[in-house]
């Protein structure tokens, strides 16, 4: 089993930047790619940035291009995502998970956090 655990969500103006953590214990860290969705209200969860377990592979979807950047720390069993230049669509809850494969689709994915609440205003 991995815990999973967000912090770091809040409410932002737009423009603004929030950094999102996710501390993961139980088993190895860098046993897992680590991946962060969001699911905005009435919409479907979406794959937002995955890392490999060593930083070196890293995906992200178009629209955070160039905005979000995906890290880790396996010393910490943190992975991070920093979000700048936040837009108003990107309001959603925002989860950490844990898989096995890198990649954009949420079944690769075993371990879920419980989400933090991520508001851009304008």
């Known amino acids: 089993q991995v815990q999973l655990v967000e912090s770091g969500g809040g409410v932002v103006q737009a423009g603004g930047s929030l950094r999102l953590s996710c501390a993961a214990s139980?088993?190895?860290?860098?046993?897992?790619?680590m991946g962060w969705f969001r699911q905005a209200p009435g919409k479907e969860r979406e794959f937002v940035a995955a890392i490999s377990w060593s930083g070196g592979l890293i995906n992200y979807r178009n629209s955070v291009k160039g905005r979000f950047t995906i890290s880790r720390d396996n010393a910490k069993n943190t992975v991070y995502l920093q979000m700048n230049s936040l837009q108003l669509e990107d309001t959603a809850v925002y989860y950490c998970?844990?898989?096995?494969?890198?990649?954009?689709?949420?079944?690769?994915?075993?371990?879920w956090g419980q989400g933090t609440q991520v508001t851009v205003s304008s």
């Open positions: 139980g088993r190895t860290f860098t046993n897992y790619a």
């Open positions: 998970a844990a898989g096995r494969a890198l990649g954009p689709h949420s079944d690769r994915y075993d371990y």
